[in-house]
């Protein structure tokens, strides 16, 4: 049975077609090591990886083989299991700002809860966070992630029906990398903001230099909540994640991706007295955080991912992925830097992007005003020439080989050649 064959009976099933993620045409049957087939048989060097979690590549050996000793064992059991125990034992160990963690079944989740946990602690009911920032699906997160229309800040503009008008009220939104407006915004709402919560690097936006040291200086002298959305960068940058490479530690961050292996497992982490109004033993009752998920800390994705940090912890590998994503940036330039197109490479060599702007790149309305339209032929030159991006960045994955990086340097090749015609 054939992709386009399937598409159509998704429509039948599914709004859209799809499951709300990539482009629902594209149907994957399989993924092994760097590469991924649909269902055509065609065959595609990923630079997707499942939206970042598979940063081993797909079907690894030793993360295969722990998964299928945890299915003999047992695959959920709404109750505590030693193997969700030892990696949040190895979370504690890697991640600065962790001193206890709480498992969940999605970024998104562990981001609503991130939220709520603030305002328990602080008392306080606003949020801010930076346009452009994505933070999930929750309410609080669908405010000003991509907004059409351009206002004022701090004003919420929600990206999505059916949010009630509260929850706009209660978020302030300032532009990532301008420090001085953000903590104007600070000064002016101190008593009632709980937390800021920002993406160390957003969406493929680096952070300018001090950019959070000063953030985490405003919220330390206004007891305002520090939250690192980790949930991408977490064990991507560094194992210690983007709090370790930026040397900023957060009060709380979130996890997700790579500490489930590729299966559904996310995390709130942070210093103990903030975590403690999940334990109804030791906060008054109206302190308490109401949490209970049926698959949090199942033992199959503690499993994989266990696995995948240990694999990760072993020499070079990190050296390995920044030099596999420095070879591929180099070869984005090489090719585009002969051409007249306007260009420049953002991001981290674990997870960047190409845009066609020479404008600088510091926030979310400054990336919205490159050249989209030549960004959008551009990946579809890229992916009808088998490789796999998200229209918004590429992944590295450790599974890249020399023979992936010639293959994809010649699909860059031409596909700029293509975008000159």
């Avoid at 004022?152 to 302030?172: C, K, T, V, W, Y």
Wanted: proline share 4%; hydrophobic share 40%.
């Amino acid at each position: 049975m054939n992709q386009k064959h399937i598409f159509e009976r998704a429509h039948k099933v599914l709004p859209a077609g799809g499951f709300g993620n990539f482009d629902p045409r594209y149907i994957i049957r399989e993924g092994k090591g760097s590469r991924i087939w649909d269902e055509d048989n065609n065959e595609y060097i990923d630079y997707l990886i499942g939206s970042g979690p598979m940063i081993l590549g797909h079907c690894n050996s030793e993360v295969i083989e722990v998964v299928k000793e945890q299915l003999g064992r047992g695959t959920s059991f709404f109750a505590n299991n030693a193997i969700g125990i030892e990696l949040a034992e190895e979370i504690c160990s890697a991640i600065a700002c962790a001193q206890q963690v709480r498992f969940f079944s999605s970024g998104s989740e562990a981001d609503m809860y991130a939220f709520r946990l603030a305002r328990a602690f602080t008392g306080r009911d606003k949020v801010m966070k930076f346009e452009g920032g994505y933070h999930g699906m929750s309410g609080e997160a669908q405010m000003s992630l991509a907004p059409g229309k351009l206002v004022n800040f701090p004003i919420a503009i929600p990206d999505s029906a059916g949010i009630q008008e509260g929850i706009r009220e209660s978020m302030l939104v300032a532009p990532f990398n301008d420090i001085e407006l953000a903590r104007s915004l600070i000064n002016e709402h101190k008593n009632d903001i709980a937390a800021v919560i920002v993406e160390p690097l957003q969406r493929v936006i680096p952070p300018l230099n001090n950019f959070l040291k000063n953030l985490r200086e405003e919220c330390t002298k206004h007891d305002i909540l520090l939250i690192f959305d980790e949930v991408v960068t977490g064990f991507r940058f560094s194992y210690g994640g983007a709090q370790e490479l930026y040397g900023v530690t957060p009060d709380i961050c979130t996890l997700g991706k790579i500490i489930g292996g590729g299966f559904p497992l996310a995390a709130v982490a942070g210093k103990s007295d903030i975590m403690a109004h999940f334990d109804k033993s030791k906060v008054e009752e109206d302190k308490f955080l109401m949490h209970i998920g049926t698959l949090s800390g199942n033992p199959i994705a503690a499993a994989a991912g266990l696995k995948t940090l240990e694999i990760l912890r072993r020499p070079n590998q990190y050296s390995k992925l920044e030099t596999n994503g420095k070879k591929l940036m180099g070869a984005f330039t090489k090719h585009l830097s002969k051409t007249n197109h306007v260009y420049q490479i953002v991001g981290h060599p674990s997870m960047f992007d190409v845009v066609f702007s020479n404008s600088p790149i510091r926030n979310y309305r400054e990336l919205a005003e490159c050249d989209k339209v030549k960004a959008a032929r551009f990946n579809r030159d890229l992916l009808a020439q088998g490789i796999f991006k998200s229209p918004g960045k590429l992944y590295i994955s450790l599974a890249l080989t020399d023979d992936d990086i010639e293959q994809t340097e010649t699909a860059i090749s031409n596909a700029v050649d293509s975008l000159s015609i």
